[in-house]
Every structure is written in C-alpha cells, then in structure tokens.
C-alpha cells in the first residue's frame, strides 16, 4: 500500500533554511486526484497547514507562510519536498507530509507520514 | 480565512459513556468537514470524511453530522483507545487553504 516518510535534518539553525522531502512509495506522485501536503504541529499545540503541491507542479500555500515557503515535487524520484526560509525557534516543529484526496467537493487527508521533528536553535 | 472553533477543549469520559464533540465554523462552509484522531507521538488518523462518511477500518461507534457551520463528531459508547485528541478540518470556501480546529482532548475521567 502506499506509504509516506519524511527525510531532512532535524537540526537547522536560526536564519536558515528547511529543507524536508517526502517519499512516496508503494505508488505513483504522478496521479490525478491527490494534493500533496504539508502540515506542521508546533509543540504541544495543533496542526497548521503548510501547503500543498498537485502532481503537475500547481501549488498553495498558507498565506502566513506563502513568502517563506517553496513547494516543490520530483515526479521522477515519486517524492514532493518542502523549504522553509528564515527560520526562528517559532518553526520548531513537527513535519508532517500526507496525501490529500480530491473527490468531487470532498476533500479529506487519508495518509500521512509519521512526522519529523524539526528544532531550529544554533 | 474560516475559523473552526472547537469544544469543549477537554472533555473527561468514562468508558462506555457517550462522547459529542462540537466543531463550529466562522462562517458557512461550502466543502465537506472532516474529523481526524491523534494519538501522542503519532500522526493523525481520518476518522470522519465528508461530514458523516466514516474511514475505511474506523468502528460503527464513530458517526459524524451537520451542516453549515455547525459539526458533531459522536462516539457512542467510548472504549479505551478512543481516548485521544480530535480535530476538524476544512477546504476554504474562497481559496484553495486549508483550516484545522484547534483540537478536543478526550481523556478517561
């Protein structure tokens, strides 16, 4: 079945930049109707929505985030990845990628990556 | 930008007890609102899809409903592992963003 992980360091230092990639596996990123997402949970608090790219490269992003954030997909390699620029301790995190369904006027995440904790201190 | 409003933020059951949760929309949402479960330590779970469609492996106990702005996600008779927290979701309206609720954390009493 398909399958989602994230990959990237877990350490990146105030004023850099985020760099995470999601692998897909056990099916194909090339596939209509499906968003790939990212999704963040901040310690001890809930989900914030980062973004999201379709297979073809369209993208949007959380408008808070949009001037910080790229979203970008390999279609080759199956794998969709996330930058997040100008980093402070504010973007520590949990990372989260998942698979966004697009079902007519249904919209619904049915698979997600386990996550990735991401500390931003030098 | 719609706001989900959760509640209550913490609700305290007994097993077997039955558990409403409330999510309330800022304003009219166009799309379907989903539930999803979180366990510590571990992604969420789609619970709830399409207001009251439940998730492929999810339980009978789990039901949800409403319209408009406002959403219920009812577990009927609670059992230990539905302990966790639960968020809403929504598609805007307007634009293409998402929205999460800011979560209901359902604890043993």
């Known amino acids: 079945q398909v399958q989602l992980q994230e990959s990237g360091p877990g350490l990146v230092k105030p004023s850099q930049t985020l760099s995470l990639t999601c692998t897909v596996s056990?099916?194909?990123?090339?596939?209509?109707?499906?968003?790939w997402s990212w999704i963040r949970q901040l310690p001890g608090k809930g989900l914030e929505w980062i973004g999201y790219?379709?297979?073809?490269?369209?993208?949007y992003s959380n408008p808070p985030l949009k001037s910080r954030v790229t979203i970008s997909v390999d279609t080759a390699q199956n794998q969709f990845s996330l930058k997040l620029y100008s980093v402070t301790a504010a973007d520590t995190a949990v990372y989260f990628c998942?698979?966004?369904?697009?079902?007519?006027?249904?919209?619904?995440?049915?698979?997600w990556g386990p996550g990735t904790l991401v500390t931003v201190s030098s | 930008e719609i706001i989900l409003t959760q509640s209550p933020v913490t609700l305290s059951l007994s097993p077997g007890e039955r558990a409403t949760l409330s999510c309330r929309a800022s304003?009219?949402?166009?799309?379907?609102l989903d539930w999803y479960q979180q366990k510590p330590g571990q992604a969420p779970r789609l619970v709830i899809y399409?207001?009251?469609t439940r998730a492929t492996g999810i339980p009978a106990r789990f039901s949800g409903s409403g319209s408009g702005t406002d959403f219920t996600l009812t577990i009927s008779s609670l059992e230990p592992d539905d302990f966790a927290i639960y968020y809403c979701?929504?598609?805007?309206?307007?634009?293409?963003?998402?929205?999460f609720g800011q979560g209901t954390r359902l604890e043993i009493k």
């Open positions: 304003q009219t949402i166009r799309y379907s």
């Open positions: 998942a698979r966004e369904v697009w079902l007519g006027d249904l919209y619904y995440y049915d698979l």
């Open positions: 056990g099916g194909s990123i090339s596939v209509g109707g499906y968003y």
């Open positions: 979701q929504q598609r805007s309206n307007w634009t293409p963003a998402v929205t």
């Open positions: 790219i379709y297979y073809t490269g369209s993208t």
């Open positions: 399409g207001t009251g």
